[in-house]
């Protein structure tokens, strides 16, 4: 090639599109005059275009599943996290549930057998037979809750009465304005809670609305 | 990056083998694409990318979720094309007949657009010519031009996948695109 190595540089510089303003009127200026130097571009960027002109290739269909055949099995834990992140409202709904049973079981399971009265008045508790007796001429204002034992009413009860795993008995001569309720099964006892802590909740609501 | 990327990559390395899968279908043609054209022929090809997508599964802990990972997979696959280059056994081609079938080359499972036959015979010839003259350059000049010419990547991005200074990519770019225009214009 007749022109120097600098002109040469400045071609692929220019084909680079990286050529600084005075470069390129320095080039242009000397292809103007520089038949070989023009020839020596036009054939770079036919080449170029040549180039470019190959067509895209796209991988093979199965491309997909032959790599992820080939991957290392995905361990028992991450498929288990995996899911897990999948289904956040599945594993929320499962541990509210879980706390729900835990906190029931174990207020079920409290005292083991224990007898335990709720309330406000006089009475006394048979710890021998298992009974809390309201005695004759005695009278509750309040509510009685009794759990784990039976009781008796001789006396007046102005209130209601729950017992909890047990019995009620009312004696001829006693009293009882409120309600009895009696829960002796799992069921009724989820019952029963259910039913106090919407009960709490409502209250709650209603005493913030005010 | 593309925030879809980076969600997926980010699934990936808590070891979602799935977003994986999703990883690869966006990225596959690209690799293969340099593969292909690094080693000019399909089965290697595929047996390359795919490789380079198994490194790119197990090494995904070290790479930098804010780089590009075109970037990453690309320089995986040509280190590992430049390896096998290193390393060839006797070659074959495109135009190499499919083991146990007649009149079936390599050609006729590129998947391409219909075309009539006589284009796309001619259409055969032109791109078995191009990847030809591909295959003539070294494999140091023939990554930088496929990189830049056929992926359309930047001087700076080339010089990040073949871990090579801007100057020497210009240089490697320079002296390939000089070695395929003395040929073509012969």
Same mark, same amino acid.
């Given at each position: 090639m007749a022109c120097n190595k600098e002109k040469h540089q400045l071609i692929h510089k220019y084909m680079d599109e990286d050529i600084t303003l005075l470069e390129k009127k320095e080039l242009e200026a000397h292809l103007v005059k520089c038949d070989i130097c023009h020839g020596h571009l036009r054939e770079l960027r036919k080449t170029v275009a040549i180039i470019q002109s190959a067509s895209h290739i796209e991988a093979p269909a199965d491309f997909t599943a032959q790599v992820m055949a080939g991957l290392p099995k995905e361990t028992q834990k991450n498929k288990w996290k995996t899911w897990v992140r999948r289904h956040p409202l599945i594993i929320t709904a499962a541990t509210f549930f879980l706390v729900f049973i835990l906190s029931i079981s174990s207020i079920w399971n409290d005292g083991d057998g224990e007898i335990t009265v709720a309330g406000e008045g006089q009475f006394y508790v048979d710890q021998e037979r298992g009974v809390v007796v309201v005695p004759e001429g005695e009278t509750i204002s309040g509510d009685l809750l009794v759990r784990n034992g039976n009781i008796e009413v001789e006396g007046e009860v102005l209130g209601s009465i729950t017992v909890i795993n047990g019995e009620q008995y009312l004696a001829s001569a006693g009293h009882v304005a409120g309600e009895i309720e009696e829960i002796n099964r799992v069921f009724d006892w989820l019952w029963y809670r259910t039913k106090a802590f919407f009960a709490d909740v409502m209250s709650f609501m209603n005493s913030s609305d005010e | 990056m593309d925030a879809t990327v980076k969600k997926i990559i980010i699934e990936v390395k808590k070891g979602n083998q799935q977003a994986f899968a999703e990883l690869v279908e966006l990225y596959k043609d690209k690799v293969f694409q340099v593969a292909y054209r690094m080693l000019g022929n399909v089965h290697e090809a595929q047996d390359i990318s795919q490789e380079a997508f198994l490194r790119a599964y197990t090494n995904i802990?070290?790479?930098?979720?804010?780089?590009?990972f075109s970037t990453w997979i690309f320089r995986i696959a040509t280190n590992l094309a430049i390896d096998r280059i290193r390393k060839k056994k006797p070659d074959f081609h495109? !135009? $190499?007949?499919?083991?146990?079938?007649?009149?079936?080359?390599y050609y006729s499972q590129i998947p391409g657009d219909d075309e009539l036959p006589e284009d796309v015979v001619v259409q055969h010839e032109m791109q078995e010519w191009i990847q030809d003259e591909i295959m003539m350059l070294p494999p140091k000049y023939r990554s930088a031009i496929i990189l830049k010419?056929? !992926? $359309?990547?930047s001087l700076k991005e080339i010089g990040e996948v073949l871990n090579l200074p801007v100057a020497t990519v210009k240089t490697r770019i320079h002296r390939g695109r000089e070695a395929l225009r003395k040929r073509l214009r012969d």
């Open positions: - | 802990e070290s790479y930098d979720i804010n780089r590009k495109l !135009e $190499d007949q499919v083991a146990g079938t007649e009149d079936l080359d010419y056929m !992926e $359309d990547l």
